[in-house]
């Protein structure tokens, strides 16, 4: 068996149903997915980049910008239903029918152009010397999630009475995942079959360096949040 260090895994379906063609949609310049590819490659932290699709117009796109297409993704792990986790166990078992293995694995999401090489470099290093299962970027909520409030019947209350009056600075930081990409010890993963585990870490990023893209609408926020990105770094 062959050992190799890292895989980065990019899943690109195709089919996106809210916004059309999102994988490959045009964001400020290039196909969205480039961003993903890049920075892997540029990390040069990977043995190989793949893009797991089963659309030909995603492949050739993936292809033009760097990222290898070695196989289509079975019709099972391309439905509404398929896991990320699903798609990683299907391409590391293709490279182990080869009698190839890695040691870390990374599924980079193919909308999340905020992606950097530095993080994605500072991660693979805590996941290596703080020996986590997996490590995936998170951001800080905004506003304390211990007063958010519901809504039932229209009338509108707090989800937790005891924190009516407990001041902000009082309660405790709370994060939520970026969506962006899940660092994973191979060996952890084959086990748990799970991107986030009891054993799993976390590198915090600003406001600024995430996006949910889950509409039109999104999408444009997106793009003005990597303007003003780029243009503080400028």
């Given at each position: 068996?062959?050992?190799?260090?890292?895989?980065?895994?990019?899943?690109?379906?195709?089919?996106?149903?809210?916004?059309?063609?999102?994988?490959?949609?045009?964001?400020?310049?290039?196909?969205?997915?480039?961003?993903?590819?890049?920075?892997?490659?540029?990390?040069?932290?990977?043995?190989?980049?793949?893009?797991?699709?089963?659309?030909?117009?995603?492949?050739?796109?993936?292809?033009?910008?760097?990222?290898?297409?070695?196989?289509?993704?079975?019709?099972?792990?391309?439905?509404?239903?398929?896991?990320?986790?699903?798609?990683?166990?299907?391409?590391?078992?293709?490279?182990?029918?080869?009698?190839?293995?890695?040691?870390?694995?990374?599924?980079?999401?193919?909308?999340?152009?905020?992606?950097?090489?530095?993080?994605?470099?500072?991660?693979?290093?805590?996941?290596?010397?703080?020996?986590?299962?997996?490590?995936?970027?998170?951001?800080?909520?905004?506003?304390?999630?211990?007063?958010?409030?519901?809504?039932?019947?229209?009338?509108?209350?707090m989800v937790w009475q005891e924190h009516l009056n407990t001041r902000s600075q009082d309660l405790p930081d709370?994060?939520?995942?970026?969506?962006?990409?899940?660092?994973?010890?191979?060996?952890?993963?084959?086990?748990?079959?799970?991107?986030?585990?009891?054993?799993?870490?976390?590198?915090?990023?600003?406001?600024?360096?995430a996006q949910d893209i889950d509409t039109e609408i999104d999408w444009k926020l997106a793009e003005l949040k990597?303007?003003?990105?780029?243009?503080?770094?400028?």
């Open positions: 068996m062959q050992q190799l260090k890292n895989i980065a895994i990019i899943p690109a379906r195709g089919g996106s149903k809210r916004i059309i063609g999102k994988n490959i949609k045009d964001f400020l310049g290039k196909p969205i997915v480039a961003y993903s590819i890049e920075a892997a490659i540029n990390s040069k932290l990977f043995d190989e980049v793949i893009v797991s699709t089963d659309d030909s117009e995603i492949a050739r796109v993936a292809q033009k910008y760097g990222a290898n297409v070695p196989f289509f993704r079975s019709k099972k792990n391309a439905d509404d239903f398929a896991t990320l986790s699903d798609v990683v166990e299907e391409v590391l078992q293709e490279y182990k029918n080869q009698d190839i293995e890695f040691q870390s694995v990374c599924c980079i999401l193919p909308t999340a152009p905020f992606i950097s090489v530095k993080n994605l470099q500072s991660s693979y290093e805590k996941l290596r010397v703080e020996s986590f299962d997996t490590i995936f970027p998170v951001l800080q909520f905004s506003f304390p999630i211990q007063r958010c409030l519901q809504i039932k019947k229209d009338k509108v209350s709370r994060y939520h995942d970026a969506g962006q990409f899940y660092w994973c010890d191979t060996k952890a993963f084959v086990k748990s079959k799970k991107l986030y585990t009891e054993n799993s870490g976390a590198i915090v990023i600003s406001q600024l360096e990597y303007k003003v990105l780029n243009e503080i770094s400028e």
